[in-house]
């Protein structure tokens, strides 16, 4: 089993910037393809980003394209999620993922293998 625990949640204001972090145990021989999930309250869980073993194939959900930044450091199994200008419909419940393959190959929750148990972002205004 792969361990994942994401961390940096936190309340932030509106237009605010905050960088989730995720933490995977390690391969010796390989890295994994990574992303980022979020769950508001009441809603189901949706895609955020991904990352492969690399950190050189990307994907982003359209709504936060242009404001985060999905990356890695080089070969190993930590991932982070920056959210610049963050707005109130961000606020959920963030969820690391890892696909125990060098590349993802859907972005839907059943095509990842582990999951960490979530941090909480809360938006205010």
């Known amino acids: 089993q792969v361990q994942v625990a994401e961390s940096g949640g936190e309340l932030v204001q509106a237009g605010d910037s905050l960088t989730l972090s995720c933490v995977a145990s390690d391969h010796p021989t390989m890295t994994y393809a990574m992303a980022w999930f979020r769950q508001p309250p009441g809603k189901d869980r949706e895609f955020i980003a991904a990352?492969?073993?690399?950190?050189?194939?990307?994907a982003y959900k359209d709504s936060v394209q242009d404001r985060f930044i999905i990356s890695r450091d080089a070969y190993k199994n930590n991932i982070y999620l920056k959210m610049n200008n963050v707005k109130p419909e961000d606020a959920a419940v963030y969820y690391c993922?890892?696909?125990?393959?060098?590349?993802?190959?859907?972005?839907?929750?059943?095509?990842?293998?582990?999951w960490g148990q979530g941090t909480q972002v809360t938006v205010s205004s």
């Open positions: 993922a890892v696909a125990k393959r060098l590349y993802y190959s859907g972005i839907q929750p059943r095509d990842f293998d582990f």
């Open positions: 990352i492969n073993w690399n950190g050189e194939g990307r």
